[in-house]
């Protein structure tokens, strides 16, 4: 909502004054029924709000005006004063939010809270001053956690506010809190819990207690959104209660398909893009979208829900002594036990609880060991399929506890590889087959192999888009662009200067790849030696791990060139980094304060400044995984 439409909205009802009791002239073109010392308590209230808080003033007062048809002038200054004093309670709903995971579950609290009546107002945690917590009544955070316990990008600077001296007593606050996350990581939740702990230290008291919620997240999510909205209605009752009006918006189109409703796409290709000798299997994916009226940015995901392999079901239920025609009831629905899995559950990944439950329903010493050690447990839970679980000690297992083992299936998140400015109607992905041996047996990703083996050309995949707004290009066109992406992690940037070159872009651009050898693994080779030649893509820098004795990586390219890349970062320059989380990242983030540290001549400590200060800026965007 912005000033001008609540200003339209106002101008609207009061268009019939006389003109000697106009508003003074400061507001061009708008009349009201108000003298200058009316309108000037009414200025000096609505100086401090937001553009929400605005329009809710807005419907509030038109609400007034309804049910108050005789009123005269003088009560809406009173009732002006009497917000200023003590505002109406609401809820306000705060997302931090990297893949788009946690903005999901805020916009769903968001309108069931206005189904129920409640006030509300929806804010993206960048987008939201921490001072103004003070004002608030009850507020929920909807936080996911990024990388190894850190703030998403769009909360770094509220994360950081909130452990400051400048952060605001809150002994007026009641608060809730849901953490997203995968209790794989050591760091489970860890930005739910951070918050949490700052409100509590400030004197916030929390009105339900937080949720840590998993991969699987929708059903306890919905649970404890139900309780908390009830709990906050049942609050906010005994408060001033005004009718909410809405207020015209323009809308922009967008797809009914949605995470819950995905589109039923059709795969256009699947090639395998890496050579013959190559030790990885690399697929270069084309989706048709046609007619689903699906649109994306660069710098978004497509989410793919897929279907687990028959075999590896048929594999599972053997070694727990099921036939696969055992009933099971899922989500109100009777199912085949064979038919579950293969549709409804996680049966590739597996994960510490997992592992834990079935050290206690097998007795097998080995997992009852590693249960006691919470690093060799995550350690050994993400590098062990379910099937390598479940071999530890065959164990006779009911339909109920096989699926009392596992997670309900999730879609995966791919970064898009195309443009829509270039390819119309269609998706691009790049994805790499997970795929090794065990025992003298192919293990392979679930979603991965369903892509590159099972789905056949013509074949049906159900989609959607995940929009992320922590990855984008700069508005400007002009701006220089430096794109780090080893690996699958070139993907986005293959949309990025398709972008920027269907846009006519003059910023420069600069790529840093890598991969293990030029001859077979040099993604989309092609392409950017076009780009290189036609002088879009300005620099290309490439490191082959495997082309020479010694090592090198995309990160010693970075140090190779920390001149020139200071010098494109005193110009204005984006950083891009996409990838491998656990071990690229950290070193291309350790190179580039290098980089800060020499070339700026700065110490350790502010180079680390500098380096956050770009990604506050949204000057340094990462997507990595």
Same mark, same amino acid.
């Given at each position: 909502?912005?000033?001008?439409?609540?200003?339209?909205?106002?101008?609207?009802?009061?268009?019939?004054?006389?003109?000697?009791?106009?508003?003074?002239?400061?507001?061009?073109?708008?009349?009201?029924?108000?003298?200058?010392?009316?309108?000037?308590?009414?200025?000096?209230?609505?100086?401090?709000?937001?553009?929400?808080?605005?329009?809710?003033?807005?419907?509030?007062?038109?609400?007034?005006?309804?049910?108050?048809?005789?009123?005269?002038?003088?009560?809406?200054?009173?009732?002006?004063?009497?917000?200023?004093?003590?505002?109406?309670?609401?809820?306000?709903?705060?997302?931090?939010?990297?893949?788009?995971?946690?903005?999901?579950?805020?916009?769903?609290?968001?309108?069931?809270?206005?189904?129920?009546?409640?006030?509300?107002?929806?804010?993206?945690?960048?987008?939201? +001053?921490?001072?103004?917590?003070?004002?608030?009544?009850?507020?929920?955070?909807? *936080?996911?956690?990024?990388?190894?316990?850190?703030?998403?990008?769009?909360?770094?600077?509220?994360?950081?506010?909130?452990?400051?001296?400048?952060?605001?007593?809150?002994?007026?606050?009641?608060?809730?809190?849901?953490?997203?996350?995968?209790?794989?990581?050591?760091?489970?939740?860890?930005?739910?819990?951070?918050?949490?702990?700052?409100?509590?230290?400030?004197?916030?008291?929390?009105?339900?207690?937080?949720?840590?919620?998993?991969?699987?997240?929708?059903?306890?999510?919905?649970?404890?959104?139900? +309780?908390?909205?009830?709990?906050?209605?049942?609050?906010l009752s005994s408060g001033i209660e005004a009718e909410v009006v809405q207020l015209p918006l323009a809308q922009a189109a967008h797809s009914q398909y949605n995470k819950q409703n995905p589109y039923t796409a059709t795969l256009l290709t699947s090639q395998k893009i890496t050579g013959?000798?190559?030790?990885?299997?690399?697929?270069?994916?084309?989706?048709?979208?046609?007619?689903?009226?699906?649109?994306?940015?660069?710098?978004?995901?497509?989410?793919?829900?897929?279907?687990?392999?028959?075999?590896?079901?048929?594999?599972?239920? *053997?070694?727990?002594?099921?036939?696969?025609?055992?009933?099971?009831?899922?989500?109100?629905?009777?199912?085949?036990?064979?038919?579950?899995?293969?549709?409804?559950?996680?049966?590739?990944?597996?994960?510490?609880?997992?592992?834990?439950?079935?050290?206690?329903?097998?007795?097998?010493?080995?997992?009852? +060991?590693?249960?006691?050690?919470?690093?060799?447990?995550?350690?050994?839970?993400?590098?062990?399929?379910?099937?390598?679980?479940?071999?530890?000690?065959?164990?006779?297992?009911?339909?109920?506890?096989?699926?009392?083992?596992?997670?309900?299936?999730?879609?995966?998140?791919?970064?898009?590889?195309?443009?829509?400015?270039?390819?119309?109607?269609?998706?691009?992905?790049?994805?790499?087959?997970?795929?090794?041996?065990?025992?003298?047996?192919?293990?392979?990703?679930?979603?991965?192999?369903?892509?590159?083996?099972?789905?056949?050309?013509?074949?049906?995949?159900?989609?959607?888009?995940?929009?992320?707004?922590?990855?984008?290009?700069?508005?400007?066109?002009?701006?220089?662009?430096?794109?780090?992406?080893?690996?699958?992690?070139?993907?986005?940037?293959?949309?990025?200067?398709?972008?920027?070159?269907?846009?006519?872009?003059?910023?420069?651009?600069?790529?840093?790849?890598?991969?293990?050898?030029?001859?077979?693994?040099?993604?989309?080779?092609?392409?950017?030696?076009?780009?290189? +030649?036609s002088g879009l893509l300005t620099q290309l820098d490439v490191a082959f791990s495997r082309d020479q004795h010694e090592k090198v990586y995309v990160q010693h390219r970075i140090l190779e060139q920390a001149q020139q890349l200071w010098g494109w970062l005193q110009e204005g320059a984006?950083?891009?980094?996409?990838?491998?989380?656990?071990?690229?990242?950290?070193?291309?983030?350790?190179?580039?304060?290098?980089?800060?540290?020499?070339?700026?001549?700065?110490?350790?400590?502010?180079?680390?400044?500098?380096?956050?200060?770009?990604?506050?800026?949204?000057?340094?965007?990462?997507?990595?995984?």
């Amino acid at each position: 909502m912005n000033r001008d439409v609540v200003t339209m909205s106002l101008q609207k009802k009061e268009n019939n004054t006389s003109p000697e009791n106009s508003a003074p002239s400061g507001i061009a073109g708008l009349t009201a029924p108000l003298n200058d010392q009316q309108f000037g308590q009414l200025q000096q209230t609505v100086s401090e709000l937001s553009p929400q808080q605005l329009a809710w003033v807005s419907g509030y007062f038109w609400g007034l005006s309804q049910s108050q048809p005789s009123a005269a002038a003088a009560p809406i200054a009173n009732a002006a004063s009497a917000v200023a004093a003590k505002p109406a309670g609401k809820l306000t709903i705060i997302f931090a939010s990297q893949t788009g995971n946690a903005k999901g579950v805020a916009e769903a609290l968001e309108a069931e809270a206005k189904a129920e009546g409640i006030a509300v107002e929806l804010f993206d945690a960048s987008d939201y +001053k921490g001072k103004n917590l003070a004002k608030e009544t009850h507020v929920i955070i909807v *936080a996911s956690t990024n990388g190894e316990g850190e703030a998403p990008d769009n909360a770094i600077e509220l994360h950081e506010f909130l452990q400051s001296k400048k952060a605001p007593k809150l002994p007026n606050l009641k608060y809730g809190v849901i953490g997203l996350g995968d209790s794989s990581y050591e760091f489970f939740c860890q930005t739910g819990k951070d918050f949490d702990a700052f409100l509590a230290k400030q004197g916030a008291t929390s009105f339900i207690d937080r949720i840590d919620c998993d991969v699987d997240y929708e059903g306890e999510a919905q649970t404890w959104r139900a +309780k908390a909205l009830e709990q906050v209605k049942e609050a906010l009752s005994s408060g001033i209660e005004a009718e909410v009006v809405q207020l015209p918006l323009a809308q922009a189109a967008h797809s009914q398909y949605n995470k819950q409703n995905p589109y039923t796409a059709t795969l256009l290709t699947s090639q395998k893009i890496t050579g013959r000798d190559s030790g990885k299997d690399v697929r270069h994916i084309e989706i048709d979208l046609e007619e689903s009226g699906l649109t994306y940015q660069p710098g978004d995901a497509l989410g793919v829900w897929f279907e687990n392999s028959s075999d590896l079901v048929n594999a599972i239920l *053997a070694q727990v002594g099921l036939s696969g025609v055992e009933s099971i009831d899922v989500d109100d629905e009777s199912l085949s036990i064979h038919s579950a899995l293969v549709s409804k559950y996680e049966i590739t990944a597996s994960n510490p609880q997992l592992v834990t439950k079935y050290a206690e329903l097998s007795g097998s010493k080995k997992l009852l +060991k590693l249960v006691d050690d919470k690093d060799k447990l995550r350690e050994y839970a993400g590098n062990t399929q379910l099937i390598d679980v479940l071999k530890e000690k065959k164990t006779k297992l009911s339909a109920e506890e096989l699926v009392g083992l596992l997670r309900k299936l999730t879609p995966r998140l791919y970064s898009i590889a195309s443009s829509q400015t270039e390819v119309d109607e269609e998706v691009h992905l790049t994805v790499g087959l997970v795929e090794y041996d065990k025992c003298d047996e192919k293990r392979f990703g679930g979603a991965s192999s369903f892509l590159a083996h099972r789905l056949e050309e013509g074949g049906e995949v159900k989609v959607f888009v995940e929009n992320n707004n922590n990855f984008k290009l700069p508005e400007s066109d002009d701006v220089p662009v430096i794109m780090i992406g080893p690996g699958t992690g070139i993907a986005p940037f293959r949309s990025f200067i398709q972008e920027r070159d269907n846009r006519d872009a003059e910023g420069k651009n600069w790529l840093f790849f890598g991969d293990r050898t030029f001859t077979q693994d040099f993604l989309y080779q092609v392409e950017w030696q076009k780009y290189l +030649k036609s002088g879009l893509l300005t620099q290309l820098d490439v490191a082959f791990s495997r082309d020479q004795h010694e090592k090198v990586y995309v990160q010693h390219r970075i140090l190779e060139q920390a001149q020139q890349l200071w010098g494109w970062l005193q110009e204005g320059a984006y950083i891009y980094v996409c990838g491998d989380a656990t071990r690229m990242a950290k070193d291309v983030h350790e190179a580039l304060i290098t980089v800060a540290s020499q070339q700026g001549n700065l110490s350790r400590e502010q180079a680390e400044e500098y380096i956050n200060d770009l990604r506050k800026a949204k000057r340094y965007q990462r997507d990595v995984y």
